[in-house]
């Protein structure tokens, strides 16, 4: 044998290239675990439901308890009746966005929030509104927001509160009020808080015009127009140089503000007595 046919066969050094035969597997290998977590999912979901069952009927987790903050002059009571039928119902699935609804259709109330508290209590957050004035409207007296919208009716039960009238609220179609006087009337009072005992002055408010707002203060029947703007300081201009007009015009007409550097004053017409011509 020659050497070289003896090297060639020698394969000591050698590692064999032989690809291992792949090992099929078959489907039934997959529905082991499959029933298994099917199985697992099923139950589960039964512990869920079961769990969600006890839930809803455990009394320890039923609305008994309505706490309500923010309140004035709508009372608990008044608020509670509108909620009455929140209780019972679970404090965790109760639907509060459609009791704030209810809520939110009293007169009285601006806003509201409505939170969940464990174990059976719905706290209940009021902001009401805050009326601006008494609204003269069709011969009816009315309290009014500074958005124009109608709170109540004024009757005895709103004696204590000291708010101007205001005319010329009157709005057209289906609107009592019209939201542009209304929002006017409130900058005028707004402006007057600045200046509390000029605010406390103001009798009467006449938005007829929407870009000239009249005042009447009390104690004095002249009629102070104010314009659309300055509110506060043009008041506070007439209330210094009333005296000074009065001793130049007794009986005051009306008062125009709305020119910085002059003040229009119109007298009122005294009518003089006729003479009697009958003959003697």
């Not at 394969?11 to 064999?16: E, L, P, Y």
């Not at 009238?165 to 009072?189: K, N, P, T």
């Amino acid at each position: 044998m020659s050497p070289v046919a003896a090297v060639a066969a020698d394969k000591r050094f050698r590692r064999a290239h032989v690809k291992p035969a792949r090992r099929r597997i078959g489907w039934r290998a997959f529905i082991k675990p499959a029933v298994i977590g099917l199985t697992a999912a099923v139950a589960t979901g039964v512990v869920l439901y079961r769990g969600t069952l006890v839930l809803l009927q455990a009394n320890v987790l039923k609305v008994d308890r309505i706490v309500v903050t923010g309140n004035e002059r709508l009372s608990k009571g008044e608020v509670i009746a509108v909620l009455s039928g929140l209780r019972g119902e679970s404090v965790l699935f109760a639907d509060l966005d459609a009791w704030r609804k209810r809520l939110l259709a009293s007169p009285w109330v601006r806003d509201a929030a409505l939170r969940r508290s464990l174990p059976s209590t719905i706290e209940v957050a009021v902001l009401e509104k805050a009326p601006i004035g008494v609204g003269r409207v069709n011969g009816e007296l009315y309290l009014v927001d500074d958005r124009g919208v109608i709170i109540d009716q004024f009757g005895p039960q709103y004696a204590d509160l000291d708010l101007p009238i205001i005319d010329g609220l009157a709005g057209q179609g289906d609107s009592m009020v019209d939201e542009s006087r209304a929002e006017l009337a409130a900058r005028v009072i707004a402006a007057a808080k600045s200046k509390p005992s000029l605010a406390k002055r103001i009798s009467q408010i006449d938005v007829s015009d929407l870009h000239n707002a009249s005042v009447i203060l009390a104690g004095d029947p002249a009629v102070l127009e104010l314009g659309d703007d300055q509110f506060a300081s043009r008041l506070e201009s007439y209330v210094g140089l009333s005296a000074a007009l009065r001793e130049r015009v007794a009986d005051i007409d009306y008062v125009d503000l709305r020119f910085d550097d002059r003040i229009y004053v119109k007298p009122t017409k005294v009518e003089r007595p006729k003479p009697d011509r009958k003959k003697k």
